[in-house]
């Protein structure tokens, strides 16, 4: 009994370490970036910032700073990055499906996804890091004939959300700003 055992647990504990070492190796090579994102240069792998479960690498310490900076001084930021994305985005839908104004564009659309392509645009259109890789917004609404005033009431209902999270009415403004920027795509009509 004590031949079979032994070698058991030490088999057991050979393998729990070999697959926690593979296991940390896998997820650092995923996380971390090849090109410097603020100069495109061969990152030094020692020159990294952890963000949001993330590692970015850089080529050198002025790259790292820049990319702090921005991203503290970033709308994304400043509103209260992921989670407060989060929160906004859930109530802001909960808001546009209330609504019999606009909410039967949204009658075969999976919602679950559409929150967190929304999630991911709004994010990254903030200064989020994380890229959007959705459907650009002309060919997201493309035949959908999504009129001004229904752009309106959409907008409308984001605002509405901001303030109801007490986000500070000043960036309230720069959000809505950011989000009017995407007007001529949604609506289909040419850059103004
Ligand atoms: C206010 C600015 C708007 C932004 C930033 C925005 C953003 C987005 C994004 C990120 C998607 C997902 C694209 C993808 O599938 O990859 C999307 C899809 C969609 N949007 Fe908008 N949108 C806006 C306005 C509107 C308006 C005004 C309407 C209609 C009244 C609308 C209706 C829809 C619908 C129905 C879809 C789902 C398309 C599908 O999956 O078939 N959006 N939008």
Redesign the pocket.
Known sequence: MKKITLPLIAFIFASTIAFAGTVSAEEASKTVNEKCPIKGKDVNPKCTYDFEDQTYAFCCGDCRTKFTDDLAESLYSQIGGKAAIDAAVDLFYTKVMSDKR?NH??EN?NMKR?HS??KS??SAALGSPVPYK??D?RA??AN?D?TEA??NV??GH?QATLEELKVKPDLIEKVMAV?AT?KDA?LGTKKS
């Open positions: 606009v564009f949204f659309v559409q392509k929304q645009f709004i959705g459907k917004m997201a609404h959908m999504v229904d752009f959409i907008a984001l989000i995407t949604v």
